[in-house]
């Protein structure tokens, strides 16, 4: 067999692998502790559990209809009614996607063509640029500032122009912890107002929010939530990430096009999954009570690093802590983030890796979805450096 001589012109070709399995490698070949990738390192409820187990026996294990089981988004039709005072038809207007990643690639393909603009800000989640360029969009970049990270409107209002047919947010966000707040809704409400502009609004950590501070969701403005779609994940909530089992809220003009791309990707979502999801989330109490869960192991995790000649930034929620490491070492993110793997056997990610431009301030990023003993050994190991 004559071997194939065509000539391949990546989509993508600046992509590597990503940081998040590079880094878990790292740390399963070091032996060490993995708090690098975001996931919990402690059980998913029994009854939840149960529930998934007890739809399989009864024989939902066949293809759910492509918009997700009606029960599920019937439910979380009436969840954003009492938690944010909005109507999202369940029929029309809600889809159950196979993780919020899938729905981010299936949004953002359905709306971005060839020489569309899309702002994003960073350090942001690594799948919205990739997407955004296979579809053949040009990104944007707005650095968010440090060492709040904050947007910084002047510049985003700079960048939009008769092009821009797209802007992300993420709040609670990764990687930082940090949140929008009113104002910076209001903002974006002002600057997109009179324009075909959408928006995607990632709110996957949005039960993950410390102090007792409010989601502020893009639903909550009546104008902003004209042109945006919502993205969620049920496995960041129920601490579930391997089921890959998310959804999506938009209007019903938005939604058609969302629907189009998504019935070509995955068609549908797990069907066991979206049954025992759509009644174990009828107990408000299964993800009411998470920011005080996680600001929790956020404080156990700093508190153990008091003592330590790491400076610990902020985080107003999500499950991901930032270290400032530039007391110890002047060494570039990734290269500080190996030699702590493999000399003191604790697994974080670079911050750097979040931007576009390997932007360095000397941060790592590490998951406190962890147990407490986990959290607790990494601090002790990190205080002696």
Known sequence: MESFKGNIVSKLPQTETSIFAVMSQLANENNAINLSQGFPDFPVSKDLIELVNYYMRKGENQYAPMPGIQPLRQGL?????????????????????AGATQALFSTISAFIRDGDEAIIFEPAYDSYAPAIKINGGLVKYSSLQFPDFGINWEETARLITNRTRLIIINSPHNPTGSILKKDDLLMLQRLTSGTDIIVISDEVYEHLIFENQKHQSACLFPELAKRTLVIGSFGKTFHATGWKTGFILAPEKLMKEFRKVHQFTVFAANTPIQYALADYMKDPEHYLGLGSFYQQKRDVF????????????????????????????????????????????????????????????????????????????????????
């Open 77 to 97: 039709s009436t969840l954003f009614k009492e938690r944010y005072d909005i109507s999202y038809d369940a029929e029309k207007e809600i889809n159950i996607t």
């Open 302 to 385: 700093a508190e153990n690093l008091k003592n330590s000649r790491f400076k610990v930034l902020p985080a107003q929620g999500t499950y991901f802590q930032l270290l400032d490491y530039s007391a110890i070492s002047e060494q570039k993110e990734m290269d500080f983030a190996k030699w702590l793997v493999q000399e003191h056997k604790v697994a974080a990610i670079p911050v750097s890796s979040f931007y576009h431009d390997k932007k360095d301030h000397k941060l790592l990023r590490f998951c406190f979805a962890k147990q407490e003993e986990t959290l607790v050994n990494a601090a002790e190991i990190l205080s002696k450096i």
